[in-house]
């Protein structure tokens, strides 16, 4: 408490909103992110992320490699600031509930800009499998950010509540109608098309219960 204390000291209410956002985002991501991961996903330059985090190098394992994942130094400090019956000050607590729609903004928009068909450039006709450097083209043309949105997104979809949102709920559906077979795509090449199921069906419950109108996710 006392670190954070001295890190948010009131007197750049726009600085300190970025540093708990960023913190936010070490703190709720599901799997440790870097620096250019985080600005990717908040729309910030991740020269300025490094430097929100270095305001609190204490408490996490910061390299100097700004493509390096960011980790808490000891899982207590996670543990601590989620717990509103431990970090008593709404200044600094962390409220999944409250801000997993940060992070899933974040995702829904970056695949949103930038999905598109064939990403990866493969042969028309070939399976993923008969394509020797698959790994090497998913590397090339999706980076950290774009992986872990097209993996994770869904995740961050706590609950039917999040959606209730007027522009978490346009900006999903406009992923669904829009981008969901080049998702799919992104997916099949990352080797990770059981999180399409998992996503799905977290989507479509939390859909049914914000009583969004059905939609054809497929194009015409």
């Known amino acids: 408490m006392s670190i954070l ?16 956002s960023v913190l936010r985002a070490v703190i709720l991501a599901a799997n440790p992110l870097s620096p250019s991961t985080i600005a990717a ?19 996490l394992v ?11 130094f000891h899982k207590s400090f996670p543990d601590f600031i989620v717990d509103s019956t431990r970090c008593t000050n709404e200044q600094f607590h962390v409220s999944p509930p409250s801000h ?11 695949m949103n800009q930038r999905l598109e068909k064939n990403m990866c450039d493969l042969p028309d006709g070939v399976a993923n499998r008969e394509i020797n450097n698959l790994h090497e083209r998913a590397k090339r043309h999706l980076d950290p950010a774009l992986q872990y949105a097209c993996k994770s997104w869904h995740k961050h979809l706590v ?5 209730r949102t007027p522009a978490i709920g346009s900006t999903l559906r406009r992923f669904l109608e829009k981008k969901f077979l080049f998702w799919l795509e992104v997916l099949s090449v990352l080797g990770a098309v059981r999180e ?17 109108p059905t939609f054809d996710v497929l194009p015409n």
């Open 100 to 110: 997993h729609p940060e992070l899933l903004v974040g995702c829904l928009e970056l």
């Open 196 to 212: 399409a199921v998992d996503a799905l069906d977290v989507a479509a419950k939390s859909l049914e219960v914000c009583r969004v």
């Open 41 to 59: 996903l908040l729309g910030i330059d991740h020269e300025g992320v490094f430097l929100r985090l270095s305001s609190i190098h204490s408490l």
């Open 5 to 20: 204390q001295e890190t948010f000291d009131g007197d750049d209410s726009e600085g300190d909103s970025n540093v708990r």
């Open 62 to 72: 910061l390299q100097e490699d700004p493509d390096s994942p960011v980790r808490p």
């Open 159 to 163: 609950d039917g509540h999040t959606t």
